[in-house]
């Protein structure tokens, strides 16, 4: 399991992270120094087990306090040998690094924000800056890396919203009365829609008195009401 | 970071799952299913047509104030990886400051309830039942021993936990450095400065009207005065949430405050928000509970003793007792960083299966609670009205102000952008008070936390409390800390001592007021 700290957080269903084993950030070093100094650079270094080549989707992790986040890939090059290639420089994590705004917010990296192509990746560097020194320690966690050709995760949408039916042309009424068959399946396929609406719980609170369930007609719920001209775009 | 079209999408399934069900989403039923008998109604367009009536008869309006409101109220949606704690309080600090923050408050009510062997609630008799019945308008008449209860905690507790507050990932040296702040709050939160607040709240601009200040007596009405209420009576007609909030930023008329406010806010008083009123009024009748004292005292102690509020005193029994009994209070819990307290039936301690939130709306009332709803009492004469007002006011804003969290409009990030205007704008009166061991927070703590109730005069309170509506945020609350402060800033400057600053500085409520 990934994870660089910690336990990694809930997969969705449907989808599962790649296998790795990331090494803790480790801080830069300027050669012969002294001390330990607070550089304000670290790297964290993925590689997949027994030097497997993924296509990466998605890359999700929670931030702690880092402040900007270049990415590199290990991939085959033209010639066929490997090399590193930057596919994300310098994504701002916190808006202003001496203050907490974004420091311990979670984010996901998708594949087309990507400067190159994510395939066949071998290896993946992570490189952390956060020039302010107010913070003690900074780093990533929670790392998830997801491979291409899964299914997004299942978010929390009724059904409806993804099967979003084509626009009907009305009959057609010069000279001559609708059809008697059109028109009852239409009625049928408006009963069907009540059926279905009759048989789902609402969790709203309505009130004191339960509201016995009214016949709803096809073109009144509110999914229908989309963003009209009369919306006016108020955030 | 989300997607924008993945977050959009959460948005309106979010939006979608709360409103189905619920009564606005029967009405439009309802309306729809009598609008067949219509004419203009046809089988074959039978969407569109539909459609048609309801945004001519102003129900979609409904629906978009409905709409409206749930994206003022919710914040968007997390990450997917969030946990819900996240949404809560992203910060791991700070959520945990509130969790011991909790439990002391929880401590202490505890003791006070084994000292005075009260339990935490309990049956009222058949016949106390009937008697306050009876008083129920004038439950002000009544005067219980109230002398061995003491408010759980006052605002000036509350200062000293947030005084204590520390990131533990932040170099807090001993010695002062630029890491250390010179005011009382250390968390290095992000806090707008003047040119971002120019910009945010750039309907307050020194060349735009402004009701309180452009229809005094002096000024001509035809110049602002006119205009601007006609304005307001006409998104009055309208029924427009958005437009309605769009225009209290530059102050309500008073005539059209009341409606405008719960337009903004989508109350609407339908008969069975009255009934959901009269059935937290029964359970008030028939449990007592130990916050009611709490409530008196309080009450008591505060709103009952000042000049504008205390005829009120009747209506914030009948509100607050209410208040504590509303368990659709706990909805707010899943933004708010705090954690409604759990108790336990009698003998039961530990059982899941017998835990309760106690109070019933997880909201433990503290010193001053009750002049959030005192100035509300101007507006609303019903008290079903008065109740769902200030319910979602509290909701929306209030619990900000007596929670940890790093929300732009909570109490931490107030404080921090008071002390921060001051510092910058006014070195040198803040570099002196500091000085003389008057921190200017200490001061304006209070005022702070109570949104300026009780401070104010009550036709600038309600002005300042339009422009929260307006603006849908408390940063309005430290800025006019900030302004105070520059007001007295020469007298303050001749002052040695935190006790004569305070004294000081209240002579501008008297002033004001």
């Not at chain 1, 003690?136 to 993804?162: C, M, R, Y």
């Not at chain 2, 749930?70 to 992203?90: D, G, T």
Request: with cysteine; proline share 8%.
């Amino acid at each position: 399991m990934s994870g660089a700290a910690g336990p990694g957080p809930p997969v969705g269903p449907g989808r599962s992270p790649l296998p790795c084993a990331p090494r803790p950030a480790a801080a830069l070093q300027l050669s012969g120094g002294t001390e330990p100094a607070r550089p304000g650079v670290a790297v964290i270094d993925l590689r997949f087990p027994r030097g497997a080549a993924a296509d990466v989707q998605e890359i999700v992790f929670k931030n702690f306090y880092t402040a900007f986040l270049s990415v590199r890939v290990q991939r085959p090059g033209p010639s066929g040998s490997r090399r590193w290639v930057t596919c994300l420089r310098d994504l701002c994590l916190m808006p202003c690094p001496h203050t907490e705004q974004g420091a311990q917010d979670y984010f996901s990296l998708h594949r087309h924000q990507m400067l190159c192509d994510m395939d066949q990746v071998t290896a993946v560097r992570f490189i952390l800056r956060q020039p302010s020194p107010v913070w003690l320690h900074f780093t990533i966690e929670e790392l998830q890396i997801f491979p291409a050709g899964q299914k997004s995760p299942q978010k929390d949408f009724p059904s409806w919203l993804s099967q979003l039916t084509p626009p009907e042309q009305p009959a057609s009424l010069h000279g001559e009365l609708p059809d008697p068959e059109k028109v009852s399946t239409e009625v049928q396929q408006m009963w069907v829609l009540t059926e279905v609406i009759r048989a789902r719980q609402a969790a709203a609170r309505i009130g004191r008195f339960d509201v016995s369930p009214t016949t709803p007609l096809a073109g009144l719920q509110p999914r229908r009401i989309t963003g009209g001209a009369s919306w006016r775009g108020y955030s | 970071m989300l997607d924008p079209d993945s977050g959009l999408s959460l948005t309106i399934a979010r939006i979608v799952q709360r409103l189905k069900g619920s009564s606005l989403h029967s009405q439009l039923e309802r309306q729809a299913r009598v609008s067949l008998h219509k004419p203009e109604i046809k089988l074959e367009s039978l969407k569109e047509d539909i459609k048609d009536f309801l945004k001519t008869s102003g129900w979609e309006k409904k629906l978009q104030n409905a709409v409206y409101s749930e994206l003022n109220v919710f914040p968007s949606p997390c990450h997917p990886a969030a946990p819900p704690e996240h949404m809560k309080e992203p910060l791991a600090y700070m959520r945990k400051a509130q969790g011991s923050w909790e439990k002391r408050i929880l401590k202490s009510l505890n003791s006070m309830c084994t000292e005075l062997g009260i339990p935490l609630a309990q049956k009222r008799p058949v016949s106390e039942q009937k008697e306050l019945l009876n008083k129920w308008n004038e439950m002000g008449t009544d005067e219980p021993d109230l002398s061995l209860f003491r408010p759980v905690y006052a605002p000036k507790d509350f200062l000293e936990v947030l005084m204590n507050l520390r990131n533990p990932n932040y170099e807090n040296g001993e010695q002062p450095s630029f890491r250390n702040h010179l005011g009382l709050i250390q968390v290095p939160l992000k806090v707008k400065d003047i040119p971002e607040l120019k910009e945010d709240f750039s309907e307050l601009g020194l060349n735009i009207g402004q009701l309180g200040i452009d229809d005094s007596a002096q000024v001509p009405p035809e110049f602002f005065e006119n205009e601007h209420v006609r304005v307001g009576q006409k998104v009055l007609a309208e029924q427009d949430s958005a437009a309605a909030q769009q225009y209290v930023r530059q102050g309500c008329p008073t005539a059209l405050r009341a409606d405008l406010w719960a337009l903004i806010l989508n109350i609407s008083n339908q008969p069975e928000d009255i009934l959901y009123y009269e059935q937290l009024k029964s359970n008030v009748i028939q449990h007592n509970l130990l916050v009611d004292s709490l409530i008196y005292k309080d009450v008591k102690l505060t709103a009952s003793n000042d000049d504008y509020y205390f005829v009120f005193e009747d209506y914030l029994y009948q509100v607050l007792l209410c208040f504590s009994r509303d368990t659709s209070v706990l909805e707010h819990f899943t933004y708010s960083s705090a954690t409604p307290p759990k108790s336990y039936i009698r003998g039961k301690l530990g059982m899941e299966e017998y835990a309760v939130f106690y109070p019933p709306n997880g909201v433990i009332p503290f010193h001053g609670f009750s002049m959030y709803v005192a100035p509300l009492c101007f507006l609303y004469h019903e008290p079903s009205k008065l109740y769902q007002i200030f319910r979602e006011m509290y909701v929306r804003f209030f619990f900000r102000l007596h929670s940890i969290s790093s929300h732009p409009s909570g109490i931490v990030s107030l404080c921090l952008l008071f002390e921060t205007l001051l510092q910058t704008h006014l070195p040198q009166l803040f570099y002196h008070l500091r000085e003389i061991g008057a921190q200017p927070l200490r001061i304006s703590f209070k005022w702070m936390v109570r949104a300026f109730s009780g401070y104010l005069a009550t036709d600038q309170l309600l002005l300042l409390w339009d422009r929260i509506l307006g603006y849908n945020s408390l940063e309005i609350l430290a800025v006019l800390a900030a302004a105070v402060f520059a007001f007295r800033a020469v007298n303050l400057m001749e002052v040695t001592s935190l006790a004569a600053a305070e004294v000081r500085i209240s002579f501008v409520w008297r002033r004001l007021k």
